[in-house]
């Protein structure tokens, strides 16, 4: 059965070795392209990709942001996604990335670092979203498109040292395949444990919802992970793990009519049995 996709390419090798392997299947191909507006030269990608998805004789969805060159990566990962996916919605379609092996293993990297915990292995699993490339490296990426004469543009923040992305990636090239076969395997794993734990959460949270008793007569690790969900569920924000550690401190000594900050935009206030998740 044929089914339509959003292909989201940025002009880069990864994206342009993306659109030229689904284009030998039978799938309806919708090309989509976020300009951030984020380096100079962003435009010129835009025009590259317009031109490439004419080769390709394929619709093309762009749009141009203007975030500004302040603007950090999670804020133009959320925009670009927030795009996609309002084009995926639009056309019932899959959005399909160009996401490789180097950039699942840095990702991870990138989480640990930041003490995600065990969810920081289970990445790159949205809903809604294929990752075709994640079995290849980058290196396979490239030897693909000089085979195949293909052209793409080069993106210059992908070589400074600032982003941390960068750094990580860099670190994960030297890795040999046992180690990134084993990786893989985890986040498999993580991903599956994930969904289990998803579902109990939600189970355990109808009655305990808020009880500072409870959360201080079970254990630590079953209390972060429901606090975790507690945080997001009135926010939208999932607080890091140091972050959780302390607001689970003061679950269970903060005095009654008092407050503890989890986030410059996320507290908590206590009265004798219960707590609440404020937004600012």
Request: charged fraction near 30%; aromatic fraction near 6%.
């Amino acid at each position: 059965m044929t089914k339509t996709r959003i292909v989201a390419v940025s002009g880069g090798v990864d994206s342009v070795v993306l659109l030229d392997i689904l284009s030998k299947g039978s799938d309806r191909l919708i090309v989509a392209h976020v300009d951030h507006g984020i380096r100079e030269e962003s435009g010129d990608d835009a025009r590259f990709v317009k031109e490439l998805t004419k080769q390709y004789g394929l619709p093309c969805l762009s749009t141009s942001l203007s975030l500004g060159a302040k603007a950090s990566e999670e804020k133009a990962r959320q925009a670009r996604y927030d795009f996609l996916f309002e084009q995926a919605k639009k056309f019932k379609a899959t959005i399909v990335t160009a996401h490789h092996q180097d950039d699942l293993l840095g990702s991870m990297a990138i989480n640990i670092a930041r003490g995600t915990g065990w969810r920081g292995m289970a990445v790159m699993n949205r809903t809604g979203i294929e990752r075709p490339l994640l079995g290849l490296t980058k290196r396979q990426l490239y030897e693909y498109a000089l085979a195949h004469r293909l052209e793409w543009v080069e993106d210059a923040t992908n070589t400074e040292d600032r982003y941390m992305r960068n750094r990580m990636r860099a670190g994960v090239v030297s890795l040999d395949s046992k180690i990134r076969n084993r990786l893989t395997d985890i986040r498999i794993d993580q991903i599956r444990l994930k969904q289990d734990i998803e579902r109990e959460i939600e189970r355990v949270l109808l009655t305990s919802r808020g009880n500072r008793y409870f959360y201080t007569n079970i254990g630590s690790s079953v209390a972060l992970e429901l606090l975790r969900r507690e945080v997001h569920e009135k926010t939208g924000e999932t607080p890091m793990q140091p972050s959780c550690e302390r607001a689970l401190l003061a679950i269970k000594t903060a005095r009654r009519g008092t407050k503890h900050d989890v986030s410059g935009a996320v507290f908590l206030s206590f009265t004798t049995d219960s707590f609440v998740v404020h937004t600012r």
